[in-house]
Nanobody
């Protein structure tokens, strides 16, 4: 059974940093696509970043490009999202999702193409 467990959320001030973790079991993230999405209060779930192709391919939403970095640890089978220069608009519940195999850049940014999800971790950025 595939399970994803996020951790690392919390409350930080504007300009601060957090590192989210997504521990994957039942599947090897290296051979699949792992995406980060977020849902802010009153908004739809939106794409943040993904990693695929054994970590060689990464892609970011424009709103986080240059501030967030997605990476993976093969030994731990864990995907990370390093978030720097956080803004108040980054406040949301962050979810990691896993999709079997390699998704195209088009599909990897869309949540319906992921078949397993974690429970989410809250990130709150305040001024």
């Amino acid at each position: 059974q595939v399970q994803l467990v996020e951790s690392g959320g919390g409350s930080v001030q504007v300009g601060g940093s957090l590192r989210l973790s997504c521990a994957v079991s039942g599947r090897t993230f290296r051979s699949d696509t792992t995406g980060w999405f977020r849902r802010a209060p009153g908004k739809d779930r939106e794409f943040v970043a993904y990693i695929s192709n054994e970590g060689r391919d990464t892609y970011y939403a424009e709103s986080v490009k240059g501030r967030f970095t997605v990476s993976g640890d093969n030994a731990e089978n864990t995907v990370y999202l390093q978030m720097n220069s956080l803004k108040s608009e980054d406040t949301a519940v962050y979810y990691c999702g896993s999709a079997n195999g390699l998704l195209s850049a088009f599909t990897a940014t869309r949540s319906p193409f992921y078949d397993y999800w974690g429970q989410g971790t809250q990130v709150t950025v305040s001024s």
